[in-house]
């Protein structure tokens, strides 16, 4: 068997609803299953889906505190009032800043923008900062992305005279700030039709609403932000994010065309995740190691040199953040194995001092994807006794609501149910890690430590091909609320399967299934190799893609995750000695059993230091349920590995060793005419001497000495002759006796069986064997 590393969770294959989607669509019956799936059976639901036009775009001035918002901000135009954009050091409060920026700059505002320091100020509005505006004359503030805690903030803004105006996306508290308005789609009373706007969504609903056009200009930036943000792309974002994508495509922004540059983009082929794992990345980056306003900057500028150069910076900040991470991760990795060990911690709150702030959310990710636990990662301050964290959790374990019953320990903080931010004193941190665990043991069952892979579609290797994919891509761009399709091959044969890669630390697999073959990568998957037998039938999960190589096009799995369903036979009997203590020591200790017939086995395999169990003594051998046996050696009687499957129970993996040191079988093994021959030529001769005449005899006879003096043994054991000092000497009148009653004789025959059996049969013949020995067993079981 191989596990998978998930719970694979097969989503219900609702055949009966797809068929009027077929009938009035006329679609492919896999798009017709992901449709349903997604919650999307209807015609007409399914024709909006598919079409992603602008019927998805809707009024901006649906949302709550629209109409006070624009008229605010004409006002402030037309008095030629300094206005300042307030942002975030986010992807998406980044993109937003920059839509507000192109927005006021065409209508020729007296503006400028403002991101606040991760490392100085914090996240959000800060009263410094307002001060500072007003000092400097601005009259009104008008945050992007953030916003919606700052009930303080905007009592001080309100105090100085400085109209404050929150856009946010974000959760809103108990608690609302008493601004000159705010613009959310979460918040309370608010009837928008799409709840799951990000921070940059709600700023191009509010150009769309001030320039009175819909902002087609600043697409690429709604791209960025909002995929970036991981919303949900569904509803509006669905369109925005694909038109966005488009719009990435083409771009005329310097910034955006060296961004695309430097990430290694093809002009015409930007996919989400494209922005997610290159574009995205980057102008994090930015803010998570200094100020984020060379991002701003960089989407901001019209200059093709500027451009470059701030792109070329970004990109060395973001190699730079990729090191930290890595550094900063592998620490917090060995607190938790030290300190918080997972089996005793449903929820791993670790920190470290000076541990940079800006990627601890990466970090956190990290620890998730390691140990899948919910985490907050923690970045300490002593001189000024705070800790800033952020948080990822897992699924069924709602962060934003866990950490919201621990107000009064957490003084600033946000988020969503998968992820929060928050600062609190450094004398509260074991308080929050107890109150954590204590609410996780409530909430979380044992299964949930277990990730869940959601499966779309259960599909066979021949109804994949080219054109098929191109037909799913239809579904594109996938996200969050609307993810890549996940498709599972079930019990396929595998024709080929390889290591690739400059450290072959990825796979290739070749499945095969009717007459058809389709292949598959899977990255850091390559020593799965090592774990799938030649004719084992493995199940795997993936994403379609299509391969284009060398003019050639070809469907392919992005391989996920693999399992096999059955037990597996590996034929270790070629490998060397010297390397075979490696072999083993690389399978599982809780798993491994290892099972040798002869004591001087063990010995000649190096294997004295490990817990070795002897296979002529049934009675305590452990369990083989779900075991990974090792068999180092051949029985000394057959029927003793017989007994052992029968008795010891179906194993999940069995390696053959199969050691011994000498052959009976390629030794000679007489037959009945050469005993004939040699007992007639006793007669003649009445003695023979072993010691003087035995060499001269084999060689004459074209035999060895050893085919010789085994025949002396069986002829002195069945009472034929005598032998003494090497001499033979003919018994007159002998009992009669066959050849099988001599003891010797029958262990010659049996061992050469057992190595015919089990050390020089094919792979073929030997899972042949263990398949029946297993079967006896089940049998057995049943009757029991």
């Known amino acids: 068997m191989l596990e998978s590393k998930a719970r694979w969770n097969v989503a219900e294959q609702l055949d009966e609803r797809i068929r009027p989607l077929l009938e009035h669509l006329h679609i492919e019956p896999i798009v017709a299953k992901l449709l349903v799936i997604r919650g999307i059976d209807t015609v007409e639901e399914?024709?909006?889906?598919?079409?992603?036009?602008?019927?998805?775009?809707?009024?901006?001035?649906?949302?709550?505190?629209?109409?006070?918002?624009?008229?605010?901000?004409?006002?402030?135009?037309?008095?030629?009032?300094?206005?300042?954009?307030?942002?975030?050091?986010?992807?998406?409060?980044?993109?937003?800043?920059?839509?507000?920026?192109?927005?006021?700059?065409?209508?020729?505002?007296q503006f400028d923008y403002y991101i606040p320091n991760r490392f100085t100020e914090g996240y959000g509005p800060n009263e410094n900062a307002l001060r500072w505006a007003k000092e400097e004359g601005y009259q009104l503030v008008i945050t992007v992305d953030t916003g919606i805690a700052a009930v303080h903030e905007a009592e001080v803004a309100k105090e100085i005279g400085l109209d404050f105006i929150v856009t946010d996306h974000h959760e809103p508290p108990p608690v609302l700030p008493d601004a000159v308005a705010i613009i959310n789609p979460k918040k309370p009373g608010c009837s928008y039709p799409c709840k799951h706007l990000a921070?940059?969504?709600?700023?191009?609903?509010?150009?769309?609403?001030?320039?009175?056009?819909?902002?087609?200009?600043?697409?690429?930036?709604?791209?960025?932000?909002?995929?970036?943000?991981?919303?949900?792309?569904?509803?509006?974002?669905?369109?925005?994010?694909?038109?966005?994508?488009?719009?990435?495509?083409?771009?005329?922004?310097?910034?955006?065309?060296?961004l695309k540059k430097v990430c290694g983009f093809h002009e015409d082929n930007v996919q989400a995740e494209h922005v997610g794992f290159g574009i995205g990345p980057r102008i994090n980056a930015a803010g998570r190691l200094d100020s984020a306003k060379p991002a701003v900057e960089l989407l901001i500028t019209d200059q093709v040199e500027t451009g470059q150069q701030l792109a070329e910076q970004i990109d060395l900040l973001n190699k730079e953040r990729q090191a930290i991470v890595s550094e900063i991760a592998a620490e917090a990795i060995n607190l938790v194995k030290e300190l918080y060990p997972p089996e005793d911690n449903h929820v791993l709150v670790v920190g470290g001092h000076?541990?940079?702030?800006?990627?601890?959310?990466?970090?956190?990710?990290?620890?998730?994807?390691?140990?899948?636990?919910?985490?907050?990662?923690?970045s300490y301050d002593e001189e000024k006794g705070i800790a800033k964290g952020s948080a990822r959790s897992i699924e069924g374990f709602d962060m934003f609501h866990e950490l919201s019953k621990n107000r009064e320990l957490l003084?600033?903080?946000?988020?969503?149910?998968?992820?929060?931010?928050?600062?609190?004193?450094?004398?509260?941190?074991?308080?929050?890690?107890?109150?954590?665990?204590?609410?996780?043991?409530?909430?979380?069952?044992?299964?949930?430590?277990?990730?869940?892979?959601?499966?779309?579609?259960?599909?066979?290797?021949?109804?994949?091909?080219?054109?098929?994919?191109?037909?799913?891509?239809?579904?594109?761009?996938?996200?969050?609320?609307?993810?890549?399709?996940?498709?599972?091959l079930t019990d396929v044969k595998i024709e080929g399967m390889r290591k690739i890669g400059a450290a072959s630390n990825h796979l290739k697999v070749t499945f095969q299934q009717n007459g058809t073959t389709l292949d598959g990568v899977g990255f850091h998957l390559g020593h799965l190799s090592d774990e799938i037998s030649p004719t084992a039938r493995v199940s795997a999960v993936g994403v379609l893609s299509i391969n284009e190589w060398n003019g050639h096009v070809k469907p392919q799995l992005m391989i996920e995750d693999l399992a096999v369903n059955e037990w597996q036979l590996f034929d270790?009997?070629?490998?060397?000695?010297?390397?075979?203590?490696?072999?083993?020591?690389?399978?599982?200790?809780?798993?491994?059993?290892?099972?040798?017939?002869?004591?001087?086995?063990?010995?000649?395999?190096?294997?004295?230091?490990?817990?070795?169990?002897?296979?002529?003594?049934?009675?305590?051998?452990?369990?083989?349920?779900?075991?990974?046996?090792?068999?180092?050696?051949?029985?000394?009687?057959?029927?003793?590995?017989?007994?052992?499957?029968?008795?010891?129970?179906?194993?999940?993996?069995?390696?053959?060793?199969?050691?011994?040191?000498?052959?009976?079988?390629?030794?000679?093994?007489?037959?009945?005419?050469?005993?004939?021959?040699?007992?007639?030529?006793?007669?003649?001769?009445?003695?023979?001497?072993?010691?003087?005449?035995?060499?001269?005899?084999?060689?004459?006879?074209?035999?060895?000495?050893?085919?010789?003096?085994?025949?002396?043994?069986?002829?002195?054991?069945?009472?034929?002759?005598?032998?003494?000092?090497?001499?033979?000497?003919?018994?007159?009148?002998?009992?009669?006796?066959?050849?099988?009653?001599?003891?010797?004789?029958?262990?010659?025959?049996?061992?050469?069986?057992?190595?015919?059996?089990?050390?020089?049969?094919?792979?073929?013949?030997?899972?042949?064997?263990?398949?029946?020995?297993?079967?006896?067993?089940?049998?057995?079981?049943?009757?029991?």
Not at 215 to 244: C, H, M, S
Not at 424 to 449: C, I
Not at 604 to 619: K, P
Request: proline share 5%; glycine share 6%; charged share 25%.
């Open 411 to 488: 003084p600033h903080f946000g988020g969503h149910p998968m992820a929060a931010g928050l600062t609190m004193s450094l004398q509260d941190v074991d308080e929050l890690r107890k109150r954590m665990n204590a609410q996780a043991r409530k909430a979380l069952r044992p299964e949930d430590f277990i990730p869940i892979t959601r499966i779309d579609v259960q599909a066979s290797v021949d109804e994949i091909s080219v054109s098929t994919i191109e037909k799913m891509n239809a579904l594109a761009p996938y996200g969050v609320g609307n993810p890549e399709p996940k498709v599972m």
């Open 46 to 109: 399914a024709k909006t889906f598919l079409q992603v036009d602008e019927s998805l775009l809707h009024d901006p001035y649906e949302l709550d505190g629209m109409e006070q918002v624009v008229a605010r901000v004409r006002q402030a135009i037309k008095a030629e009032e300094k206005i300042l954009i307030y942002g975030d050091y986010d992807a998406d409060g980044v993109s937003s800043t920059s839509v507000m920026v192109y927005t006021l700059r065409e209508l020729g505002a």
């Open 199 to 258: 921070g940059v969504g709600v700023a191009f609903k509010l150009a769309h609403a001030l320039l009175e056009r819909v902002p087609y200009d600043l697409l690429d930036l709604v791209a960025i932000g909002t995929i970036a943000d991981l919303v949900p792309l569904t509803d509006e974002n669905r369109w925005l994010a694909k038109e966005g994508l488009k719009a990435i495509e083409t771009t005329t922004k310097p910034g955006i065309q060296a």
């Open 572 to 784: 270790w009997r070629s490998a060397r000695v010297d390397i075979l203590s490696e072999r083993i020591i690389g399978l599982p200790e809780e798993k491994r059993l290892l099972i040798a017939f002869r004591e001087q086995t063990v010995q000649a395999l190096g294997l004295a230091s490990f817990n070795v169990f002897d296979g002529n003594d049934l009675a305590n051998i452990p369990s083989m349920e779900n075991r990974y046996v090792v068999l180092l050696d051949p029985p000394v009687e057959s029927n003793q590995l017989s007994a052992l499957f029968v008795e010891g129970g179906c194993p999940s993996r069995i390696y053959s060793i199969f050691y011994q040191e000498e052959d009976s079988y390629f030794s000679t093994n007489p037959t009945r005419e050469h005993f004939r021959w040699f007992y007639g030529f006793l007669m003649k001769q009445k003695q023979f001497n072993l010691h003087t005449h035995g060499k001269r005899l084999a060689y004459t006879r074209g035999w060895t000495e050893e085919t010789i003096s085994f025949m002396a043994k069986v002829f002195f054991e069945l009472g034929f002759v005598t032998i003494k000092d090497g001499v033979i000497t003919l018994v007159e009148a002998p009992e009669k006796k066959g050849l099988d009653q001599s003891r010797t004789f029958r262990m010659k025959q049996e061992q050469a069986t057992i190595e015919q059996q089990f050390v020089y049969s094919s792979y073929e013949e030997l899972k042949q064997w263990f398949t029946r020995a297993i079967q006896e067993r089940k049998i057995k079981e049943t009757i029991q």
């Open 354 to 378: 000076g541990w940079n702030p800006g990627v601890i959310g990466i970090v956190a990710s990290r620890l998730v994807e390691t140990f899948y636990r919910p985490t907050i990662i923690l």
